[in-house]
């Protein structure tokens, strides 16, 4: 069974400020999706990145895959309210999973102006 | 391009009844998962169908169920409610593809009393 953890789990800051949230497990994945979800919205998938070490930027975010392709960071710069938000790991373990997506409990983001 | 819309969005049921959400993909998806959310278990799979067919199924008990339409419209089932089974329900369509994006909807919030 795979195990999942995201951390922190929650997360107050003031505007402008940085923070990392990461998703750390026990297995090896095929590939990782970062999804956002705001309150009353589902979640919103921000990136995907596949091949270790790799690393994406998103204007202000920056997502990072582990060499052994077991955890993910995700790095935001000079925070905004815009920001706030529940972020949410999802690794692919390959093969057939397709629809089905094993989510971390998220990190809960909130900025403050 | 509309995104997924679920129906309805809030319904408040007692112990014991049953309930049915629907839910109608993005034009062209032939994928649509279904996710329950509490605060405690986070987001969760339920089930996927693919092109009328369960694909993959989650750890839910045999009271949950869902169906696929011809139009790839789903529904999905809640029989001999519990008050544990109050959460927000999201459904997601995809292209049914391994390392696809999941496009979710806003979803439906299910208070049982």
């Known amino acids: 069974t795979q195990l999942l953890e995201q951390s922190p789990q929650f997360l107050s800051i003031q505007e402008g400020e940085n923070l990392t949230v990461y998703c750390n497990s026990s297995?090896?994945?095929?590939?990782l999706q970062w999804y956002r979800q705001e309150p009353g919205e589902g979640p919103v998938l921000l990136v995907t990145?596949?091949?270790?070490?790799e690393v994406k930027k998103l204007k202000r975010l920056t997502f990072q895959f582990g060499d052994a392709r077991k955890d993910s960071s995700l790095h935001i710069t000079a925070a905004q309210p815009g920001d706030t938000g529940l972020y949410l790991c999802?690794?692919?373990?390959?093969?057939?999973?397709?629809?089905?997506?094993?989510f971390g409990q998220g990190t809960i983001l909130t900025v403050h102006p | 391009k509309a995104g997924v819309t679920q129906t309805p969005r809030y319904l408040i049921k007692t112990r014991g009844q049953q309930v049915t959400l629907s839910c109608s993909p993005i034009?062209?998806?032939?994928?649509v998962s279904w996710y329950q959310q509490t605060p405690g278990q986070g987001l969760q799979f339920l089930f996927e169908?693919?092109?009328?067919?369960?694909?993959n199924k989650g750890n839910f008990p045999g009271r949950f169920s869902g169906r696929q339409f011809s139009n790839s419209r789903s529904e999905m089932n809640v029989s001999t409610l519990e008050l544990g089974d109050s959460a927000l329900y999201l459904c997601?369509?995809?292209?049914?593809?391994?390392?696809?994006?999941?496009?979710f909807g806003e979803g439906s919030r299910l208070t049982v009393l």
């Open positions: 997601a369509s995809s292209l049914g593809l391994d390392t696809g994006e999941l496009f």
């Open positions: 169908y693919f092109s009328e067919t369960q694909r």
């Open positions: 297995s090896v994945f095929s590939s």
């Open positions: 999802a690794p692919r373990s390959g093969g057939t999973s397709y629809g089905k997506l094993t």
């Open positions: 990145v596949v091949t270790g070490g």
């Open positions: 034009s062209g998806h032939r994928s």
